[in-house]
């Protein structure tokens, strides 16, 4: 088996809300279906479904690796009519991060690796 690439799918509260919160990130969306859009961002892709779980959602984490933490720090605290929360860039072993919890109560890490 060779194995190509991973997708994930992220559960939404609010479908349209999320959407324009991925486009805020710089995601390109498409539709794939009435309940399901695929967010684009060069190389990388991910699904968002109109279904919402709590729990799932709020257990869900992900890492989004971006080459600098301070540009994604800018975007991330200027994102403006989002019910979302973010805590400042944080010094780690192995990079920097940024944990960010998206409308849907998911969780990013948006880390700049050493």
Same mark, same amino acid.
């Given at each position: 088996? #060779? *194995?190509?690439? *991973?997708?994930?799918?992220?559960?939404?509260?609010?479908?349209? #809300? $999320?959407?324009?919160?991925?486009?805020?990130? +710089?995601?390109?969306?498409?539709?794939? $279906?009435?309940?399901?859009?695929?967010?684009?961002? +060069?190389?990388?892709?991910?699904?968002? #479904?109109?279904?919402?779980?709590?729990?799932?959602?709020?257990?869900?984490?992900? #890492?989004?690796?971006?080459?600098?933490?301070?540009?994604?720090?800018?975007?991330? $605290?200027?994102?403006?009519?989002?019910? *979302?929360?973010?805590?400042?860039?944080?010094?780690?072993?192995? +990079?920097?991060?940024?944990?960010?919890?998206?409308?849907?109560?998911?969780?990013?890490?948006?880390?700049?690796?050493?």
């Amino acid at each position: 088996m #060779q *194995i190509d690439d *991973i997708r994930v799918f992220i559960p939404c509260k609010n479908y349209e #809300q $999320s959407q324009c919160f991925y486009k805020a990130l +710089g995601f390109k969306i498409e539709d794939a $279906s009435n309940d399901l859009c695929v967010c684009t961002f +060069g190389e990388c892709t991910f699904f968002l #479904q109109r279904y919402y779980n709590k729990t799932f959602a709020e257990n869900l984490m992900l #890492q989004l690796c971006v080459l600098n933490i301070d540009e994604a720090y800018e975007l991330i $605290s200027n994102l403006n009519g989002f019910d *979302i929360r973010f805590e400042g860039i944080k010094q780690e072993p192995w +990079g920097s991060v940024i944990y960010l919890w998206g409308p849907s109560g998911e969780l990013w890490h948006v880390t700049e690796l050493n």
